[in-house]
T-cell receptor, first 115, second 113 residues
Framework: AQSVTQLGSHVSVSEGALVLLRCNYS??????LFWYVQYPNQGLQLLLK??????LVKGINGFEAEFKKSETSFHLTKPSAHMSDAAEYFC?????????????FGTGTKLQVIP | NAGVTQTPKFRVLKTGQSMTLLCAQD?????MYWYRQDPGMGLRLIHY???????AKGEVPDGYNVSRLKKQNFLLGLESAAPSQTSVYFC????????????FGPGTRLTVL
């Protein structure tokens, strides 16, 4: 079985504050993990992904995420929030399962940035 | 290079009507996907295709059909629309490896009255 849990459907931070969006996953095989961002009325855009190798992954717009196998987590962080970061963020896990790719998205976290 | 495009952007249907959503990609990707996005439920996979002429069911396939006659196009059909199919539909494409990035289209907002 494969699943993704994003803790907190809404997160509010002040401009300049740390952004932390949580993602926990379960997968019976080694997973590939992704974070996407969705701005209003737009499609999803890749922020970063973990495939193999270094567990700290850097993405676009100053975001990064750390893959922690022992905690089955892939939390997204940014040291200093900017107004333009207000959007919805989705964590996703992909893995081979039963001979085909299985993709599972979390339910999303809406980030509000307060001036 | 347009990436992934979707037609139409908006559509309103009456219950029982049919329609087809078109997805096109110009990146020569093998895999293509159709998702629906509903508030609080994230993205759910409807159908996907691993290559021309090959399609498979995803998580929520009931009420939808798909076809991939050409590598660059992936069609999603609703034969008899129901209000429960009111949603935003996203198409995506990727290369075949699990690690490859999915590229998403801008979405189609469908309302079924």
């Amino acid at each position: 079985a494969q699943s993704v849990t994003q803790l907190g459907s809404h997160v509010s931070v002040s401009e300049g504050a740390l952004v932390l969006l949580r993602c926990n996953y379960s997968s019976s095989v080694p997973p590939y993990l992704f974070w996407y961002v969705q701005y209003p009325n737009q499609g999803l855009q890749l922020l970063l992904k973990y495939t193999t190798g270094a567990t700290l992954v850097k993405g676009i717009n100053g975001f990064e995420a750390e893959f922690k196998k022992s905690e089955t987590s892939f939390h997204l962080t940014k040291p200093s929030a900017h107004m333009s970061d207000a959007a919805e963020y989705f964590c996703a896990v992909r893995a081979w399962s039963g001979g085909y790719q299985k993709v599972t998205f979390g339910t999303g976290t809406k980030l509000q940035v307060i001036p | 290079n347009a990436g992934v495009t979707q037609t139409p952007k908006f559509r309103v249907l009456k219950t029982g009507q049919s329609m087809t959503l078109l997805c096109a990609q110009d990146m020569n990707h093998e895999y293509m996907y159709w998702y629906r996005q509903d508030p609080g439920m994230g993205l759910r996979l409807i159908h996907y295709s691993v290559g021309e002429g090959t399609t498979a069911k995803g998580e929520v396939p009931d009420g939808y059909n798909v076809s991939r006659l050409k590598k660059q196009n992936f069609l999603l059909g609703l034969e008899s629309a129901a209000p429960s199919q009111t949603s935003v539909y996203f198409c995506a494409s990727s290369y075949a490896r699990v690690a490859d990035t999915q590229y998403f289209g801008p979405g189609t907002r469908l309302t079924v009255l």
